[in-house]
């Protein structure tokens, strides 16, 4: 059974290699549980599994992990840092127009999510790393918290070019776009074949959502 938001679990690595060998070793464990996620589900996922499919003996595992819930907020982390890599070279970039032709703005908001989608598969069972931090309440404030500071940084890069604009209404944007954007990734996990439909959908919504937020005002300008 998964721990409840109440309980205090371990979510850190016990150690963060130096060394060749062991940096490969940990990311053995990393690789074997993206492996073993979508065989046997998060529920079931134990570290005597992973060990097993890593080809280590438990000891082994618990020298760098203390539980699955740290291997699981470590695959978080990664996945999270590089989705937040990608999308503020996108909001510094070019492709990052609001307010100007439609058409393009719908294109580069679904080629983002695109870019975003790809990015979620190249990591070890990166669609149920994002189930986790959803389904298990240990892991939900990684996701809370990186939702809070993606927010400050698409605020900042829309001000430059909408000075006036409202800050709250952006910030409400950004947040649920980001639950959209998670929502249909999470889709992926179950191999739909509605998650490439629904990912171009989100991206015509969030293109016209947000010409509507940038192309209004603070109620004081």
């Known amino acids: 059974m998964p721990p409840y938001s109440g309980q205090s679990v371990e979510l850190d690595p016990k150690l963060t290699p130096s060394q060749d060998r062991a940096r490969a070793t940990y990311e053995l464990i990393i690789q074997a549980t993206g492996e073993l996620l979508p065989e046997v589900g998060i529920e079931r996922l134990s570290t005597n599994m992973i060990a097993e499919r890593a080809g280590l003996t438990p ?3 618990y020298r760098y992990f203390p539980n699955k819930y740290a291997i699981l907020s470590e695959m978080g982390r990664r996945l999270i840092a590089a989705e937040n890599a990608l999308v503020i070279a996108w909001l510094q970039s070019e492709e990052f127009a609001i307010g100007s032709n439609l058409e393009f703005e719908r294109r580069t908001f679904s080629e983002l ?4 989608r790809d990015v979620v ?8 790393v994002y189930r ?3 389904a298990v309440p240990v892991l939900q404030e990684l996701r809370r918290r990186a939702s809070r500071e993606i927010i400050d940084v698409i605020y900042d890069e829309v001000a430059k070019d909408f000075p006036k604009i409202d800050r709250e209404r952006v910030q409400g944007a950004a947040l649920l776009t980001s639950i959209v954007n998670n929502a249909v990734t999470e889709i992926m996990a179950d191999d739909s074949p509605t998650a490439d439909l629904l990912r171009r959908e989100a991206a015509t919504m969030m293109c016209l959502y947000y010409r509507d937020v940038v192309l209004s005002r603070a109620p004081d300008a």
């Open 132 to 134: 986790a931090m959803s």
């Open 59 to 61: 000891p082994a595992l």
């Open 113 to 116: 999510l695109d870019k975003l």
């Open 121 to 128: 598969l190249s990591h070890p069972g990166g669609a149920w």
